[in-house]
């Protein structure tokens, strides 16, 4: 069993690395420099992580495990699956915003996996991004059941698009953003057309008076 005092040096380093990476790109970031923040010697450093890529993702999964704690405060909500839904979307978002630098890191580690047969981080990361997708696709079918969502959508295919959907807009390409923002909108509004846009979509009863638009307003 690790001791104390190794486990709080490991999460210190991880606490070092973490401002690092936060602060700049992965690529941008050394071993050499994350040992100079910690002040280690960087021999003593790879006692603790055997690479970089080891230690982003040690970083990346306490990320991980704040929308996973997300993830389970809505699944264990006693409302109805619909209104869960609807939370766990809101709370998605609402992570995005409060921990913006965590889901940087998210998105950099879902686009560049590892391998995970020698990477306990990366493979505790993994574990708990499938974990969070079950707990969706969960959600999902208690909607289903309740006939709040329609019967005729695999419930894992459409917690996958919608993560997938969401993740594009919150992790938008610049080259979008500053064409939202020529078009006299954003993201914040983008993410609210996205929820008129899959509430319909996948609601049997989603109640959205979708006669009026602002730009049919804008177009009188």
């Known amino acids: 069993m690790e001791g104390k005092r190794k486990k709080q040096r490991r999460e210190n380093i991880i606490d070092a690395a973490k401002k690092l990476f936060f602060e700049t790109d992965y690529d941008n970031v050394s071993m050499d420099e994350i ?3 910690i002040g280690l010697g960087k021999g003593t450093l790879y006692i603790y992580f055997n690479s970089k ?15 996973n704690s997300v ?10 699956g619909l209104n869960k839904l609807h939370a766990l979307i809101d709370g ?7 921990y ?16 995970i047969t020698d990477n306990e981080y990366a493979k505790d990361f993994t574990d708990l991004a499938l974990g969070n997708i079950q707990i969706s696709t969960k959600i999902l079918e208690e909607c289903m059941v309740e006939g709040t969502v329609r019967r005729d959508l695999h419930p894992t295919e459409m917690a996958i698009f919608l993560s997938i959907m969401g993740n594009s807009i919150t992790n938008m390409d610049p080259v979008w953003k500053v ?3 020529a078009a006299g909108t954003g993201k914040d509004k983008i993410w ?3 929820l ?6 996948i609601e049997t009863n989603h109640g959205l008076d979708l006669s009026v638009t602002e730009m049919g307003d804008e177009e009188k």
């Open 92 to 98: 998605y978002f609402q992570f995005t915003q409060e």
């Open 196 to 201: 008129r846009f899959i509430t319909p979509a």
């Open 100 to 115: 913006p630098e965590y889901f940087h890191m998210l998105c950099y580690a879902a686009s560049n996996p590892s391998s």
């Open 35 to 37: 040992a100079k923040e």
């Open 179 to 181: 064409t939202l923002k």
């Open 53 to 67: 890529e080891s230690l982003f993702y040690a970083v990346a999964l306490r990320g991980m495990q704040i929308l």
């Open 71 to 80: 993830h389970l405060k809505y699944l264990n909500q006693k409302k109805s």
């Open 192 to 194: 609210e057309h996205y």
